[in-house]
């Protein structure tokens, strides 16, 4: 089962339900607007290049979902529904950039028949392509790993992130099919575990060795010469920083700071070519995730919190960046990287 796809018999998005990972693989179906939006907000669907499908299958839902009888009213329902779907989540641009691509394209349709056609056929590419540019990216990145090696990750760049295969996790995947050994370190990822609970889970699923660790033990088992490289996701790459999980600037730090290369993966619908780091919303999250887990209290009830959901890691801290077009080094000259 692919993270995320379309269902045919009736015209709605599904997708894993990541929040209940790993105690429980269900497969859960959002037949309207608002359950998808609460399915991206709540992180049943989460990662940027699967919040990408996401927001291209939004649209085709909200296409079929429109009662207009014209052109004109269901390409201004589609836009609402573009606004409200962008709002669940600003700093991944994939988000943006699926949901765009989407009403782009319905724009040379001539009626609300072509619309949701259209809909649907381009959002279905977004979800294909991601496929192909994920084996791409691992491919790119498979060089830069050595047989024997241990990566370190943090969050969820894998296939649950993605359509299938995986950003970071999709370079790993790739060195091992060309028959390199590689071992995984897993950071736990707190607020919400995405570390522990889907990294583990995911790779474990496919027999790769991974090893999990708290986010607190990262320093260490780089000091102990446990990791030969750092490898993650992004969720917006823009001129100067990289946008990922919260966790992942205290890693490029340690890692400059025990001379171990550290590699984002990501495809090039991630970048944001006119964005700087003051241009981008970061997502700040409810203070119940690190107040809760789950049920179980792990703070006083009413304590002041700070949960910011992502953090910008500089571009000097990064060693190269793997897309489907290749790696790239610094100097990072994102109109090379996009022609
Ligand atoms: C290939 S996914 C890369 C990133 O999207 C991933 O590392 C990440 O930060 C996801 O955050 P999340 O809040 O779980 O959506």
């Given at each position: 089962m692919r993270t995320i796809d379309w269902k045919e018999e009736s015209n709605s998005v599904v997708l894993v339900d990541q929040t209940l990972l790993p105690k429980e693989y269900r497969i859960i179906e959002c037949k309207t607007l608002s359950s998808l939006c609460e399915a991206i907000k709540s992180l049943r669907i989460r990662g940027a290049p699967a919040l990408g499908v996401a927001g291209g299958f939004g649209i085709a839902?909200?296409?079929?979902?429109s009662g207009a009888r014209d052109f004109e009213t269901i390409i201004r329902d589609l836009k609402i529904a573009g606004k409200t779907l962008k709002s669940t989540r600003p700093t991944a641009v994939n988000l943006s950039w699926g949901v765009d691509r989407v009403l782009k394209a319905v724009s040379?349709?001539?009626?609300?028949?072509?619309?949701?056609?259209?809909?649907?056929?381009e959002a279905r590419d977004i979800a294909e392509e991601d496929v192909v540019t994920n084996k791409s990216i691992g491919e790119s990145g498979a060089e830069l790993l050595k047989d024997g090696d241990t990566v370190l990750t943090h969050c969820n760049a894998g296939r649950l992130a993605c359509v299938d295969w995986g950003t970071a996790l999709g370079v790993v995947r790739s060195a091992i099919a060309e028959?390199?050994?590689?071992k995984?370190?897993?950071?736990?990822?707190?607020?919400?575990?995405?570390?522990?609970?889907?990294?583990?889970?995911?790779?474990?699923?496919?027999?790769?060795?991974?090893t999990l660790i708290s986010d607190s033990m990262a320093g260490w088992v780089m000091q102990q010469g446990l990791v030969d490289s750092v490898l993650v996701g992004a969720d917006r790459i823009t001129q100067d920083v990289v946008f990922n999980k919260i966790g992942t600037y205290?890693?490029?730090?340690?890692?400059?700071?025990?001379?171990?290369?550290?590699?984002?993966?990501?495809?090039?619908?991630?970048?944001?070519?006119?964005?700087?780091e003051g241009s981008?919303?970061?997502?700040?999250?409810?203070?119940?995730?690190?107040?809760?887990?789950?049920?179980?209290?792990?703070?006083?009830?009413?304590?002041?919190?700070?949960?910011?959901?992502?953090?910008a890691t500089p571009m000097e801290n990064i060693t190269a960046i793997i897309t489907e077009k290749g790696v790239f080094y610094p100097p990072f000259l994102l109109d090379e990287v996009l022609v």
């Open positions: 839902l909200a296409a079929f979902l040379d349709a001539f009626d609300v028949q072509g619309v949701r056609e259209i809909a649907l056929r028959g390199k050994k590689i995984v370190i897993a950071c736990e990822t707190r607020p919400l575990n995405q570390g522990s609970r889907i990294t583990a889970w995911e790779l474990m699923q496919d027999k790769i060795p991974v205290s890693l490029s730090i340690l890692a400059k700071e025990h001379g171990i290369p550290f590699y984002v993966a990501a495809p090039t619908s991630t970048f944001d070519f006119n964005g700087w981008v919303k970061i997502e700040i999250r409810d203070p119940d995730e690190l107040r809760f887990f789950g049920s179980e209290q792990l703070a006083p009830k009413d304590v002041e919190v700070f949960n910011p959901a992502f953090d």
